[in-house]
């Protein structure tokens, strides 16, 4: 390398300005992300949105009377329900929209961020990953063009969002749900939005990968939900005050209407991204601020298989669904014990209990969660059983097929893996179900018990991994249709039970074949028909990818 000194009496190079070309092609680049997210963003906004509407809908039925009402409030006035839900200051009305924000604003901010994550991510760290920012670096783009575009399509989502949160909630009608309000629960979900995409601002400059910056941006936000829910449980809400979700929460949308909870998501979202900014220039375009741990001169022995290698890859995503589903289910298990009292008086919800069966309602609520456990297991299953897409367009499949590594062998460690990590944060949901349920009812029987009723759905989630496999052996481009087997399991398996869908749309979704333990007797035969039916699909998908062109860099 050549050091080169200025020569007496010129001048050094300076910088670019900060609002100068330091952000040349800004605009260029969010007319191209835009169009790149053209079919998603609508996705994620329009998803959120309908979710929402659905739900205060729902609600708007569930309790049509004051009475219902006064049951539902009532029945969260607990440690474990207001960790759940939210702060107890909702609970001084008992209006449908003080309702719907009691039990749904947090839910959804955490999904708000998860968007807002993923819109930052991949549209920074993803793009130097690939290469393609450094290609679209050597046009006249400046140094901060691409954080700033991705901020600003972040910053829009959330802006959309909380507009038709606002109007769609107002053209509903519902009493106790004005217009005012409304556009507070729509800001207060764009406030927390924006603080996450701040956040992931910061974590793509520490690490080199964008799936360690997605992994920090995420976990960040699976402690400010822990840090709310310890808050709101507890005498005091100091730590509620140190997450973006109790900030939110704190608007009491229907409520008091407060505006200074979302200006401060605003303030702390513009802190962060400030920090992202400034931390962009402390390091080289592709590389992080973390440098990367030289690993070991040679691969142990696990590593050089290719379910070793896969278990490497996953092995982050594995662990973290890992711990939020057994998280999950401990949350829902240590309400199990008041399941009857929250339930009393709730017509529509003791009739869909009432279809599930069980000699309970302990039975027939757990039997309800654990379809929910399951929805949540599958999504690891498909981000799992896709992962080898993306290798592959990513150009880090070329090098390992080169060598004597066959097709089959490299997709199939994937999908090894998947099939036996959606099994593994299975059985952690259950246990997590089983250890809490058991506290809370004083019956030990029921760890056993709930751990046994969350496995059977393993044929399910084998199914699910199956679809995956043929999308991607036989149909690569639209590998992202086989997020319909976990929506659709949802909205039918859950909501249809509420929403009396007709019976024949359970049947559809594999999660509808499953004997819904413990209020339902095992029966073996259908888990043996799904576990074929995933058999044929693996190899089918297998099949397909051994012979079809692969995309390569």
């Given at each position: 390398?050549?050091s080169?000194?200025a020569?007496?009496g010129?001048?050094?190079p300076?910088?670019?300005?900060?609002g100068g070309?330091?952000l040349a092609?800004?605009?260029?680049l969010?007319r191209?992300?835009?169009?790149?997210?053209?079919?998603?963003?609508?996705?994620?906004?329009?998803a959120?949105?309908?979710?929402?509407?659905?739900t205060?809908?729902?609600?708007?039925?569930l309790?049509?009377?004051?009475e219902?009402?006064?049951?539902a409030?009532a029945?969260?006035?607990?440690p474990?329900?207001?960790?759940?839900?939210?702060?107890?200051?909702?609970?001084?009305?008992?209006?449908l929209?003080?309702?719907?924000a009691?039990?749904?604003?947090?839910?959804?901010a955490?999904?708000?961020?998860l968007?807002s994550?993923?819109i930052?991510?991949r549209h920074t760290?993803?793009e130097e990953e690939t290469g393609?920012?450094?290609l679209?670096?050597?046009?006249?783009?400046?140094?901060h063009?691409?954080?700033?575009a991705a901020?600003?399509?972040?910053?829009?989502?959330?802006?959309v969002?909380?507009?038709?949160?606002?109007?769609?909630l107002?053209?509903?009608?519902?009493?106790g749900?004005?217009?005012?309000?409304?556009?507070v629960?729509?800001v207060a979900?764009?406030g927390?939005?924006?603080?996450?995409?701040?956040?992931?601002?910061?974590t793509v400059?520490?690490t080199?990968?964008?799936r360690?910056?997605?992994g920090?941006?995420?976990?960040?936000?699976?402690?400010?939900y822990?840090?709310?829910?310890?808050?709101?449980?507890?005498?005091?809400?100091?730590?509620?005050?140190?997450?973006?979700?109790?900030?939110?929460?704190?608007?009491?949308?229907?409520?008091?209407d407060?505006w200074?909870?979302?200006a401060l998501?605003?303030?702390?979202?513009?802190?962060?991204?400030a920090?992202?900014f400034a931390?962009?220039?402390?390091?080289?375009?592709?590389?992080?601020?973390?440098?990367?741990?030289?690993?070991r001169?040679?691969?142990?022995a696990?590593?050089?298989t290719p379910?070793?290698?896969a278990?490497?890859?996953h092995?982050?995503?594995?662990a973290?669904?890992g711990?939020g589903?057994?998280?999950?289910?401990a949350?829902?298990?240590?309400?199990?014990?008041d399941?009857?009292?929250?339930?009393?008086g709730?017509?529509?919800?003791?009739e869909?209990?009432?279809?599930i069966g069980?000699?309970?309602?302990?039975?027939?609520?757990?039997?309800m969660?654990?379809?929910?456990l399951a929805?949540?297991?599958s999504?690891?299953?498909?981000?799992?059983a896709l992962?080898?897409?993306?290798?592959?367009?990513a150009?880090?499949?070329?090098?390992l097929?080169?060598?004597?590594?066959s097709?089959?062998?490299w997709a199939?460690?994937?999908?090894a893996?998947?099939?036996?990590?959606?099994t593994a944060?299975?059985?952690l949901?259950?246990l997590?179900?089983g250890?809490a349920?058991?506290?809370?009812t004083?019956?030990?029987?029921?760890l056993?018990?709930?751990l046994?009723?969350?496995?059977?759905?393993?044929?399910?989630?084998w199914?699910?991994?199956?679809?995956a496999?043929?999308?991607l052996?036989w149909?690569p481009?639209a590998?992202?249709?086989?997020?319909?087997v976990?929506?659709?399991?949802?909205?039918?398996?859950?909501l249809?039970?509420?929403l009396r869908?007709?019976a024949?749309?359970?049947?559809?979704?594999?999660?509808?074949?499953?004997p819904?333990l413990?209020a339902?007797?095992?029966?073996?035969?259908?888990?043996?028909?799904?576990?074929c039916?995933?058999?044929?699909?693996v190899w089918?998908?297998?099949?397909?990818?051994?012979r079809?062109?692969?995309?390569?860099?």
């Open positions: 390398m050549t080169v000194t020569a007496p010129t001048r050094r300076t910088a670019p300005s900060p070309n330091a092609g800004t605009r260029t969010i191209f992300a835009l169009r790149r997210d053209r079919v998603r963003l609508p996705v994620w906004v329009l959120l949105t309908l979710a929402t509407l659905m205060a809908d729902s609600l708007g039925t309790y049509s009377d004051p219902d009402r006064a049951n409030v029945s969260v006035d607990s474990a329900g207001l960790a759940m839900s939210g702060p107890r200051h909702y609970l001084v009305d008992d209006g929209g003080s309702i719907l009691h039990q749904m604003l947090g839910f959804t955490v999904l708000v961020g968007m994550v993923l930052v991510t760290r993803a393609r920012a450094e679209v670096r050597s046009a006249v783009v400046g140094r063009a691409h954080l700033a901020l600003s399509v972040a910053a829009l989502a959330n802006l969002l909380a507009l038709l949160l606002a109007v769609g107002t053209g509903l009608g519902l009493e749900v004005d217009a005012g309000g409304s556009l629960y729509g979900h764009a927390a939005g924006l603080v996450f995409a701040g956040v992931a601002a910061v400059q520490v080199a990968h964008t360690g910056a997605s920090f941006a995420l976990a960040a936000i699976g402690v400010a822990v840090l709310r829910a310890a808050g709101d449980s507890g005498d005091g809400d100091v730590l509620s005050w140190l997450s973006p979700v109790g900030w939110a929460q704190r608007s009491y949308p229907y409520v008091d407060r200074w909870p979302p998501c605003l303030v702390c979202a513009a802190a962060c991204a920090a992202g931390l962009s220039t402390r390091r080289d375009v592709g590389a992080g601020l973390r440098a990367e741990k030289l690993g001169p040679r691969a142990t696990a590593l050089t379910v070793g290698l278990l490497r890859l092995r982050g995503m594995l973290g669904f711990a589903l057994f998280l999950m289910g949350m829902y298990g240590a309400i199990l014990g399941a009857e009292d929250m339930l009393a709730v017509d529509e919800i003791e869909a209990l009432d279809r069980g000699a309970d309602v302990v039975e027939s609520f757990a039997s969660v654990m379809i929910v929805v949540v297991a999504v690891y299953v498909v981000l799992a992962r080898p897409r993306s290798e592959e367009t150009g880090r499949a070329e090098p097929l080169a060598t004597g590594l097709r089959t062998r199939g460690g994937h999908l893996v998947a099939l036996g990590g959606g944060v299975l059985a949901a259950g997590g179900f250890l349920g058991a506290a809370s004083g019956d030990i029987g029921l056993p018990e709930l046994g009723a969350a496995l059977v759905y393993a044929p399910a989630l199914v699910t991994a199956g679809v496999a043929v999308l052996g149909f481009r590998v992202r249709a086989a997020w319909i976990p929506v659709f399991a949802f909205v039918v398996g859950y249809g039970q509420i869908f007709p024949w749309t359970e049947d559809l979704s594999p999660f509808g074949h499953v819904r413990p339902d007797d095992l029966a073996p035969t259908p888990l043996l028909l799904l576990t039916v995933a058999a044929g699909l089918l998908g297998l099949a397909g990818f051994r079809r062109d692969l995309d390569m860099k």
